[in-house]
């Protein structure tokens, strides 16, 4: 049999593993950074907010994109790259396109940690990327593509082992993902909003954002986890069968989980009630995927005692399992009415992240980089050293947020015998301080873990020799395939990766189609309601600050049908509410009360008020965590944009008067006049051409439309 001679391309997958550990190293320090800032949350040098580019708000995306998109993201590249040459027993496709998939992937890494403290952000979560960056990554997405189809058509392997399976959906549809959250209509060349409103938005949103959990960091890890773990552990994966049953249920039912994370909110309830069912059937697929990844160790137990490469991967299996059971169970409305909101969620998201993840590409990294630099890992101590201080840092770190979430939930809800809440929102928020030093702790310790595997990493480097082109040699692919008596039926589509990637297309459109079309089409499902008006422009110009300085990490504004959000916030919300939202500013934590009735009923409070609580928060409200936002009293507004807003927001349906984009400057100064004569009865004195008047024009503004003292008339 004629045997041909080619080579791997290792040069690429050391790039990307450089990168997933400077990324690794950096986001982890973000998210450290800003642990502590809500320990020490007072403006530097006597806290950690360093206003107004380092304010908690600014770096809280900075950290989670930097931890997906720039760790993760490498990580799955590094794995991807090395394993997919091997399984095509192929070099890829084009050196070029790889060379292009680094370094424009580098670049967007780049840009985001640049914009993201500006304060430029489309406040989407996971997808707070601004629009040019947005296209970017559908380019280089497009290259990587590019990239591994052609390596795989020009393979020399005919089947397609089940890692590439996982490859192929999340290629296909994280494109498909990217480009519907990516629906945004540009006012600048930075600046954006979103094309979706209010509650069409919020699905929308969490239609991507579950989905990007789903197929950004779980479909593609879950390839590398049948590529690398039987490797490690130098046996097959347990049960081919099992396999393609977890894929396929798998990649069908996890696009139709995102309505989980709007239970209880304006969502129609037959949208929030498909989130729930699905959601707790996808247990089944995921622990299908544990036991199998698990089940491959079988007969090599012993070894996983002095193996730290396969302690990593057990830990980070394990973890996969924990995370995938937790998910379901949060999924169902009793669970979700303690979680939802809380410090729960941020556990949960970090047994993920930090569990599966990062455990995961640690294991992987002490694999395969002595295996590309033809020498062995410079210390194994120093490696076991990581993995024990990084999982005592997991458990430092989600426990305390557990204790902290169910806390914090059942003080919201508790009420006296005289029927009145029992505790302020800032008696939840200064008792639970204590629980964010011991998180903290626990991120120390799994960053200084990760800084031993940096210097182990490094020695090993400098041990060996990169082997940028490793000789292989296989026959060439037989065009023509005589099938095997008694072949499994599923080697059929493993043959032919163009119907693969079409088949898992359709599968995970049908779930997506189901859930956003309705919602779209059928204006019953979000019914407008007479008194809701257009933001008045130094509103809007408020908006856009609230925004950009990431309020929205710590405020809802949504307030669901209980007893105990009701009597603190006011009366629960509505669709029709939200329908000149874009985006919508629903939220998914509250470290600070709910804002959607801030500026009506009983919760209103005076233009003053609000004027000093963010320029000193702890001395309006003793023992805040809020950073301080003295910078806004000085900072002039910049209204040169007003006119573009307005025509934007005339395009995407929002009912300004013809030509408005013209006078709406006229309405602007009045209304900030209005607001800066009220503060001089505070006695205040301030420019009525600053930040602060369009902020607090905002806020006053929350909720007025729809409060307990007004009738709400339904538009038919």
Not at 396 to 425: C, D, N, R, V
Request: charged share 15%; glycine share 8%; hydrophobic share 45%.
């Amino acid at each position: 049999m004629q045997v041909e001679k080619f080579y791997y391309d290792n040069k690429i997958v050391r790039n990307f593993a450089y990168a997933t550990i400077v990324w690794g190293a950096i986001g982890m320090l973000v998210g450290l950074w800003i642990a502590l800032q809500l320990v020490f949350p007072a403006p530097f040098p006597h806290g950690l907010n360093l206003a107004p580019y380092f304010n908690f708000g600014r770096l809280r995306p900075l950290h989670t994109n930097a931890v997906i998109f720039a760790f993760v993201g490498n990580g799955i590249f590094m794995g991807v790259y090395y394993s997919l040459q091997r399984l095509c027993k192929a070099r890829m496709f084009s050196d070029k396109l790889s060379y292009i998939h680094f370094w424009g992937w580098q670049l967007i890494i780049v840009a985001a940690a640049i914009t993201l403290p500006l304060g430029l952000t489309d406040s989407g979560e996971y997808a707070e990327l601004i629009w040019p960056i947005d296209v970017a990554i559908t380019i280089i997405w497009v290259v990587f593509g590019w990239n591994m189809f052609g390596t795989i058509i020009k393979r020399r392997e005919k089947h397609l082992y089940v890692a590439i399976w996982f490859y192929i959906v999340t290629f296909v549809t994280v494109a498909v993902l990217h480009i519907v959250r990516s629906g945004e209509l540009p006012y600048t060349w930075l600046k954006s909003y979103s094309w979706y409103a209010g509650v069409q938005d919020a699905l929308v949103q969490w239609w991507y954002g579950h989905n990007a959990v789903a197929f950004f960091l779980t479909t593609p890890y879950l390839g590398l986890m049948y590529y690398f773990m039987p490797k490690a552990a130098n046996r097959p994966v347990y049960s081919y069968k099992l396999s393609i049953i977890h894929f396929w249920a798998l990649i069908f039912l996890y696009i139709w989980a995102g309505p989980h994370h709007l239970l209880y909110t304006a969502l129609p309830n037959w949208a929030q009630s498909l989130g729930v069912v699905f959601s707790f059937m996808l247990i089944f697929p995921s622990w299908g995927g544990m036991i199998n990844g698990l089940l491959t160790l079988r007969g090599a137990w012993d070894r996983v005692r002095d193996d730290v490469i396969l302690k990593f991967m057990v830990v980070a299996v394990t973890a996969y399992g924990m995370a995938t059971f937790e998910g379901p169970m949060l999924s169902l409305k009793s669970v979700s009415v303690i979680s939802h909101y809380t410090d729960w969620i941020i556990a949960h998201v970090h047994i993920g992240a930090l569990g599966w993840n990062g455990m995961l590409t640690f294991g992987i990294l002490y694999w395969l980089v002595p295996r590309i630099f033809k020498t062995d890992l410079f210390s194994k101590k120093l490696a076991n050293v990581h993995f024990w201080l990084g999982t005592l840092g997991i458990l430092f770190y989600a426990i305390p947020l557990y204790w902290a979430g169910f806390t914090q939930s059942s003080m919201w809800k508790q009420f006296t015998e005289a029927g009145q809440l029992k505790y302020t929102f800032l008696e939840t928020v200064t008792y639970l301080k204590p629980f964010y030093a011991m998180r903290s702790l626990g991120g120390t310790l799994y960053l200084v873990g990760v800084l031993f595997m940096v210097y182990n990493i490094y020695k090993t480097v400098r041990s060996g020799k990169l082997v940028a082109n490793e000789e292989a040699e296989a026959a060439p692919l037989q065009k023509e395939y005589v099938a095997h008596k008694g072949e499994h039926w599923h080697r059929w589509i493993e043959r032919r990766p163009v119907q693969f990637m079409v088949l898992s297309l359709v599968v995970i459109l049908i779930g997506g189609i189901v859930e956003l079309v309705p919602t779209f089409l059928i204006k019953s499902n979000v019914p407008t309601i007479s008194s809701v008006k257009p933001y008045t422009p130094l509103e809007l110009e408020g908006r856009d600050i609230y925004i950009r300085e990431g309020c929205y990490v710590c405020h809802s504004q949504m307030i669901r049908p209980f007893r105990s959000e009701t009597e603190r916030y006011g009366e629960y919300s509505k669709a029709g509410e939200f329908v000149y939202d874009h985006p919508f500013q629903w939220g998914s934590k509250r470290t600070g009360p709910d804002l959607a009735r801030e500026g009506a009923g009983n919760l209103k409070k005076t233009d003053g008020w609000h004027f000093r609580h963010f320029r000193e928060p702890a001395s309006m409200s003793e023992g805040s965590i809020m950073p301080s936002y003295a910078f806004l009293l000085f900072d002039d507004l910049d209204t040169s944009e007003l006119p573009a807003k307005i025509h934007a927001m005339k395009t995407l349906g929002v009912p300004y008067p013809k030509n408005y984009e013209k006078t709406a400057m006229q309405d602007l100064d009045r209304q900030s006049l209005e607001i800066s004569n009220s503060l001089l009865s505070d006695s205040i004195r301030v420019s009525p051409k600053k930040e602060v008047i369009a902020l607090i024009a905002y806020i006053q503004r929350l909720g007025t439309d729809i409060s307990k003292n007004t009738t709400t008339t339904y538009n038919k």
